[in-house]
């Protein structure tokens, strides 16, 4: 797929702004051309949040920061979750987003060219162990895009 001056530019950017941590350059420009040549911006938008979202979650998720687990109440008479119960809600909760990004993906590759479509397919979209390591890298570096156009707004 051929990528434009424009998405080679922001791109250029984006690997600046985030100090050189991108792990995905060459597929995150060819997600960010699908979306400008389709006019997906919002669906766009969506993938960008919904990564955010998820990165925020996986890093909760991979701390070790133990949570409260007492028998107190929380404040308004309700008990406190266990430690388990907090980090099964959690999990839950990345599960759902996980498989909403997936999905904003995939409706997003429809756009593309059928290489294309292929290559990120396999690479991120697989049900295998190593597809799941390259999507989880590829929402980091899209929960970059995310920050960076939120500090442009700013």
Do not use: C
């Amino acid at each position: 797929m051929k990528v434009s001056q424009k998405t080679k530019k922001l791109v250029d950017e984006l690997y600046e702004y985030s100090g050189g941590k991108l792990k995905n350059v060459n597929d995150l420009a060819y997600l960010i051309e699908i979306a400008e040549v389709s006019g997906k911006d919002k669906l766009f938008y969506d993938i960008q949040f919904a990564a955010k979202y998820l990165n925020g979650l996986g890093k909760i998720l991979q701390s070790n920061v133990s949570l409260t687990a007492n028998k107190n109440t929380n404040g308004n008479g309700a008990p406190q979750q266990s430690a388990e119960e907090a980090r099964a809600k959690i999990m839950e909760e990345y599960k759902n987003h996980m498989t909403k990004l997936t999905v904003y993906l995939n409706d997003l590759l429809l756009e593309s060219d059928e290489k294309t479509r292929a290559e990120i397919e396999e690479r991120y979209l697989s049900l295998n162990r190593t597809s799941l390591v390259n999507l989880t890298t590829l929402i980091y570096d899209l929960s970059w895009l995310k920050r960076y156009y939120n500090s442009k707004r700013a």
